[in-house]
T-cell receptor, first 113, second 114 residues
Framework: EAQVTQNPRYLITVTGKKLTVTCSQNMNHEYMSWYRQDPGLGLRQIYYSMNVEVTDKGDVPEGYKVSRKEKRNFPLILESPSPNQTSLYFC????????????FGPGTRLTVL | AQSVTQLGSHVSVSEGALVLLRCNYSSSVPPYLFWYVQYPNQGLQLLLKYTTGATLVKGINGFEAEFKKSETSFHLTKPSAHMSDAAEYFCAVTIGGATNKLIFGTGTLLAVQP
C-alpha cells in the first residue's frame, strides 16, 4: 500500500531535549516536505527536499533541521525544542511536477513543556 | 506571491442541506488548486484538484469545485450534506515548478447537524 508513515504519532517532551520525528514514504517520490499545522493558521511549510541531499527552507524553518540521506526518508530534527514548537506536524511526498497530488502522513502531535 | 483565503472558519449545515465552502486565491500565474479534507485525528486526504482543462472538477464523496478565473475562486460544494462530512477542509494553491510548495488556507471546520 502506497503510504507516508510518521513516528511517533504523539510526543510530549521538555524544553531543550533534542528529538527526531521520522518520515518515510514507499512511493519512490522525489519531493518530500514537512508542514506544521496550528489553529487559525492552516498548514505552513517548514522544510522541503527535491531529492537526496537536496533540502531547502520553507516558510517557518527556524528551530528545525532536516536531512535527506535516502530517497524514502526525511526526518525532522528539533535540536532544542521550545514551547512555541508545540504543534501538529505533517510529512508529505509527491513526484516532481506541479499538478501532482501530495500525499500526507498521519501527523505527529508534539507538545513541548 | 500566491495566497489563499477561506471565508468562514466554521460552517454549520443541516444534514441533507447544500454544502458551500469558499476559497479565493491570489496568483500571478495560472495556479493549480486543491481541496484537502482532514477528519478528526487523521492526516490530510485529497478531495479534488484543478490543474488544466475542465473548470468543474468532481472529487470523492460527492464533492465538486469550480475554477472561476475571473473571480479567482475555487469554491467547494456538495448538494446534500451527510453526517460523515463533518471535518476540516483546506483549500491550497501551487504554481508548480521545481519547489511545488503548497500554500494552504486557514481551513474551514464543517459541522453537520442532524
Amino acid at each position: 500500500e502506497a503510504q507516508v508513515t510518521q513516528n511517533p504519532r504523539y510526543l510530549i517532551t521538555v524544553t531543550g531535549k533534542k528529538l527526531t520525528v521520522t518520515c518515510s514514504q514507499n512511493m519512490n517520490h522525489e519531493y518530500m516536505s514537512w508542514y506544521r499545522q496550528d489553529p487559525g493558521l492552516g498548514l505552513r511549510q517548514i522544510y522541503y527536499s527535491m531529492n537526496v541531499e537536496v533540502t531547502d527552507k520553507g516558510d517557518v524553518p527556524e528551530g528545525y533541521k532536516v536531512s535527506r540521506k535516502e530517497k524514502r526518508n526525511f526526518p525532522l530534527i528539533l535540536e532544542s525544542p521550545s514551547p512555541n514548537q508545540t504543534s501538529l506536524y505533517f510529512c508529505a511526498s509527491h513526484p516532481l511536477g506541479g499538478s501532482d497530488t501530495q500525499y500526507f502522513g498521519p501527523g505527529t502531535r508534539l507538545t513541548v513543556l | 506571491a500566491q495566497s489563499v483565503t477561506q471565508l468562514g472558519s466554521h460552517v454549520s449545515v443541516s444534514e441533507g442541506a447544500l454544502v458551500l465552502l469558499r476559497c479565493n486565491y491570489s496568483s500571478s500565474v495560472p495556479p493549480y488548486l486543491f481541496w484537502y479534507v482532514q477528519y478528526p485525528n487523521q492526516g490530510l486526504q485529497l478531495l479534488l484538484k484543478y490543474t488544466t482543462g475542465a473548470t468543474l472538477v468532481k472529487g470523492i464523496n460527492g464533492f465538486e469545485a469550480e475554477f472561476k478565473k475571473s473571480e479567482t475562486s475555487f469554491h467547494l460544494t456538495k448538494p446534500s450534506a451527510h453526517m460523515s462530512d463533518a471535518a476540516e477542509y483546506f483549500c491550497a494553491v501551487t504554481i508548480g515548478g521545481a519547489t511545488n510548495k503548497l500554500i494552504f488556507g486557514t481551513g474551514t471546520l464543517l459541522a453537520v447537524q442532524p
